[in-house]
């Protein structure tokens, strides 16, 4: 890993990401994680638990949203704090047959703060959909060398 | 229905054991879109120190969430699954989670508290791995709150 914190500065951008998400995303999350709350694939079940309709599992949102900063800090294992809370849902629309996302999160991230003595850097997510936050506090603390 | 406020101060002690394998730090990987290639290249993982393929950030949660269950399944505990939804969620990790780990996980009820007609519960996850001399090795914290919606919410 070569990111040194004196080379870094609070305020300083790390990049973005937009997520494209389709129903089957959601499916292969469901599978990999064993969270298979129909919410998270099934319409009318959505629906009758007064949802718009299907939603991502915010720990999708949550788990994909770090790879901007896993990428950033060369090591995922870089990553040894990493916290959310879920505000809004993400709506993924059913696209299957096309070639469209059901949904696209957005991704952003900044050096929120330097700790010297733990030699760590806080990266502070934004992540929003359809124009929204949909997580909020979302910190990841980076080991640095 | 109601949640139990007795929930609070309990704990669930470390049940079965979860066998960390390659391809499930793959399979996960990939369900998150991680293309990182400690993820998926043994090579590419030893180059940057460690023993086997690193686990994604938040691949805890599988552990994590199976020790939950265990709270949600209680029957003195009232919590309706279908009302449950995921409010906060952290992970600390003491070292990284690598393939062939064996890993247990210790639930604690460290929140209990009303919320209009549900409640918010706060439950953490100590996430350990027995070394080959019987110690024990703090491998992570998982913490989750989850707010259980009363009826109308």
């Excluded at chain 1, 997520?19 to 959505?46: C, M």
Aim: charged content about 20%; hydrophobic content about 40%; aromatic content about 6%.
């Amino acid at each position: 890993m070569s990111l040194k914190l004196e080379e870094l500065t609070v305020g300083q951008e790390i990049g973005t990401r937009s997520i494209e998400v389709t129903r089957q995303d959601l499916v292969k999350y469901a599978g990999a994680s064993g969270d298979f709350n129909p919410i998270h694939w099934n319409e009318s079940f959505a629906t009758s638990v007064e949802l718009p309709g299907v939603i991502a599992h915010g720990m999708f949102t949550m788990g994909s949203a770090v790879q901007l900063v896993s990428d950033w800090a060369g090591d995922p294992a870089a990553v040894v704090d990493y916290q959310t809370r879920f505000t809004k849902p993400v709506l993924v629309a059913d696209t299957t047959g096309t070639s469209e996302p059901g949904a696209v999160i957005e991704v952003a991230g900044v050096v929120g703060a330097l700790d010297v003595e733990s030699r760590t850097a806080r990266i502070d997510l934004t992540v929003t959909f359809a124009g929204q936050k949909v997580l909020m506090k979302s910190q990841a603390v980076v080991k640095l060398t | 229905m109601t949640i139990n406020p007795d929930l609070q101060g309990r704990s669930y002690p470390a049940a079965e054991v979860y066998d960390v394998g390659r391809e499930k730090i793959r399979e996960f990987a990939r369900a998150v879109k991680a293309t990182h290639p400690a993820h998926f290249d043994i090579e590419a993982a030893r180059a940057l120190g460690h023993s086997d393929l690193v686990a994604p950030p938040t691949f805890a949660i599988i552990v994590a969430q199976r020790a939950d269950a265990q709270l949600i399944a209680d029957p003195e505990s009232g919590i309706d699954f279908s009302r449950v939804v995921h409010a906060e969620q952290r992970f600390t990790h003491h070292r990284p989670i690598v393939a062939g780990d064996q890993l247990r996980a210790e639930l604690h009820v460290d929140g209990v508290r009303a919320m209009g007609g549900g409640a918010m519960i706060t439950t953490r996850a100590e996430i350990f791995a027995v070394r080959e001399d019987n110690q024990r090795e703090s491998v992570a914290t998982t913490t989750s709150s989850i707010l259980v919606r009363g009826e109308g919410q």
